[in-house]
């Protein structure tokens, strides 16, 4: 099955700095996400990174504070911008693999605001 | 949207028993439920998962069943062992997009 490598794996950051998150998947995708998961909580979506356009953001969350990008297939980046400690968080890459439609995860990036 | 309840949120089971986790959905056009298992620190792992279109899945120890009409769906355990122990999420919706539940705690004692 496919694999996503994501990076940084962790990071603690300053209030008021962005810091943006790489996602690569060894394989094509048919759709890719970012998700976000608060200590001891669920999953929740944040958008769907759409190639070569603008992503799809679901509700609570907005373009100027979690921009995307996906310049290609197996690519995507999420910065956050403008941190705050409610930021702190794991942010996890997903994607839908092409053969089996199954929906994966990458290893994640735990982001601590101080 | 979507809306996906979780139940029980934390489960203890005795090693060797089996053990039940049901998710309810609210959407009707939802079409694959999967389950993943997540380890403390680690990333969510798909570990089975059903299409609207069957009514039941089976791999090992594990099996899904889903009954469309009622809009649930239930994960069962089977032959419990210590390294079961990890949360377990539930998710419904198509087209790549889902909603997760909260999630159950399960613990297998030795």
């Known amino acids: 099955s496919a694999v996503i490598s994501q990076k940084p794996s962790r990071d603690i950051c300053q209030r008021g700095t962005s810091l943006t998150i790489q996602c690569q998947v060894d394989s094509q995708v048919t759709m890719m996400f970012w998700y976000r998961q608060q200590p001891g909580q669920s999953l929740t979506l944040i958008a769907t990174?759409?190639?070569?356009?603008?992503?799809?953001?679901e509700s609570g969350f907005v373009i100027d504070k979690f921009p995307i990008s996906r310049p290609n297939l197996t690519f995507s980046t999420l910065t956050v911008s403008n941190m705050s400690p409610e930021d702190s968080s794991i942010y996890l890459c997903s994607g839908v693999e092409a053969n089996t439609g199954e929906l994966f995860f990458g290893e994640g990036s735990r982001l601590t605001v101080l | 949207g979507e809306n996906v309840e979780q139940h029980p949120s934390t489960l203890s089971v005795q090693e060797g028993d089996s053990a039940v986790i049901k998710c309810t959905y609210s959407d009707s056009a939802s079409n694959y439920f999967p389950w993943y298992k997540q380890e403390l620190g680690k990333r969510p792992q798909l570990i089975i998962d059903i299409r609207s279109n069957v009514g039941e899945k089976k791999d090992q120890r594990i099996a899904v069943t889903l009954n469309k009409t009622a809009k649930h769906f239930s994960l069962h355990i089977t032959e419990t062992q210590p390294e079961d122990s990890a949360v377990y999420f539930c998710a419904a919706g198509g087209a790549g997009k889902s909603t997760f539940g909260d999630g159950t705690t399960l613990t297998v004692k030795p």
């Open positions: 990174a759409n190639q070569g356009s603008e992503a799809t953001y």
